[in-house]
């Protein structure tokens, strides 16, 4: 009886410990822009995806019940978004053509109209003024940051990085075949197999830099990183609230993660 108790206590531990890790929540993304027109992003995130805007850090943005929308100096830097690993940010919207008239009123790209989507009915892809990459989407189950879309040259390995580093539920049917999905809480991640001739690159310093995750523990979450080859480049405090870590990941995937500090 003893031995057997033991086992189960063993096993509680070990299943306290897998779900610690799987609950990696996305955060935000922070995307590069001029000095000078981080306010100007601001507002045009809040005209065309809605949210709520609002000082972020650093610079202003949208904020959603699931992640935010952030902006930050550009630092003369930003390479053009469409060459990122990070190929778009998924956001759901009430009306897809009404946040298509309202990019053709204040500016921005629409690079493809509203047409039906492989996870949505109906969608759009469009371009910010300042490089950053979107999907507009009509999605009534996954409502704000509905995903974060990858461009990878061995989407295999990306998914299965992501599976042992950030946990998350993988769907194998939602992608259609077309490419991975990986559940996060409310927030999916979308990983697509590049073309021989689509050579991406690191998103750090390029419209969208990074994406972020926040996670119970960093020391934690640091023993899994290093486990799959990669390491963390810089790890600060960030007062009062939380930790940092950034890192660059699997084909130069830039991701700043965040460990909330309840008291010290």
């Known amino acids: 009886m003893k031995t057997t108790s033991m086992l189960v206590v063993a096993a509680m531990v070990l299943a306290a410990s897998g779900a610690a890790m799987a609950q990696s929540v996305y955060t935000h993304s922070h995307?590069?822009?001029?000095?000078?027109?981080?306010?100007?992003?601001?507002?045009?995130y809040n005209?065309?995806?809605?949210?709520?805007?609002?000082?972020?850090?650093?610079?202003?943005g949208v904020r959603y019940h699931n992640g935010f929308v952030g902006s930050m100096p550009n630092e003369g830097m930003a390479g053009d978004g469409a060459e990122s690993v990070i190929d778009h940010i998924g956001i759901s919207v009430p009306d897809v053509r009404v946040a298509v008239e309202v990019i053709r009123e204040i500016g921005g790209e629409i690079r493809t109209g509203p047409q039906e989507g492989v996870t949505?009915?109906?969608?759009?892809h469009v371009t910010d003024p300042w490089g950053g990459r979107f999907e507009l989407l009509e999605d009534p189950v996954y409502t704000g940051v509905n995903h974060i879309h990858l461009y990878a040259a061995d989407a295999d390995a990306m998914k299965d990085w992501f599976l042992e580093v950030f946990g998350g539920e993988y769907n194998e049917e939602r992608g259609r075949g077309r490419f991975h999905t990986i559940l996060y809480d409310d927030v999916w991640v979308h990983v697509t197999?590049?073309?021989e001739d689509d050579q991406r690159m690191g998103s750090r310093y390029r419209?969208?830099?990074?994406?972020?995750?926040?996670?119970?523990s960093l020391d934690e979450f640091r023993a899994k990183l290093l486990t799959s080859g990669y390491e963390p480049y810089l790890e600060r405090p960030n007062p009062p609230r939380a930790d940092l870590m950034f890192l660059e990941g699997p084909e130069g995937l830039h991701i700043e993660m965040?460990?909330?500090?309840?008291?010290?």
């Open 207 to 216: 419209a969208t830099d990074h994406i972020g995750f926040r996670v119970p």
């Open 31 to 44: 995307h590069r822009v001029p000095e000078g027109q981080l306010e100007a992003a601001a507002e045009w």
């Open 258 to 264: 965040t460990e909330p500090v309840r008291s010290r």
């Open 47 to 60: 005209r065309v995806f809605g949210g709520e805007p609002g000082e972020i850090g650093p610079g202003p």
């Open 193 to 195: 197999q590049t073309a």
């Open 120 to 124: 949505a009915a109906l969608i759009s």
